[in-house]
């Protein structure tokens, strides 16, 4: 049985991570339910280019952190925090696009 992402992680975040990059957190409650995501192989670069419409060399990080049960997921911004046409200063509302990801 498939489920999505949202279902599976006990929280999901982004936030700015200094003014010229955004992080994507994705924590879990339940160390299975992380190994599940961690070994499925859906969360890629390629598939993080393919949702946020970004090169795969904008991706400066996708990190699993076994210790925290945690997934950070860094990329680019396409202008910086703050600048003239920047529609989300805090870099808070980045992190839908992952919530419908599919995990088997």
């Not at 499925?40 to 990080?61: D, F």
């Amino acid at each position: 049985m498939e489920n999505t992402l949202y279902e599976l992680a006990k929280v999901i975040r982004s936030k700015n991570s200094g003014p010229f990059k955004i992080t994507l957190d994705i924590l879990f409650d339940e160390k299975s339910k992380y190994e599940r995501v961690k070994n499925s192989g859906v969360l890629t670069k390629e598939i993080i280019s393919k949702l946020y419409n970004i090169p795969k060399t904008s991706i400066t990080g996708l990190i699993f952190f076994d210790q925290a049960l945690g997934i950070k997921i860094t990329f680019l911004r396409d202008i910086s925090s703050g600048t003239i046409g920047d529609r989300d200063v805090y870099g808070a509302q980045q992190h839908a696009p992952l919530m419908e990801i599919l995990i088997p």
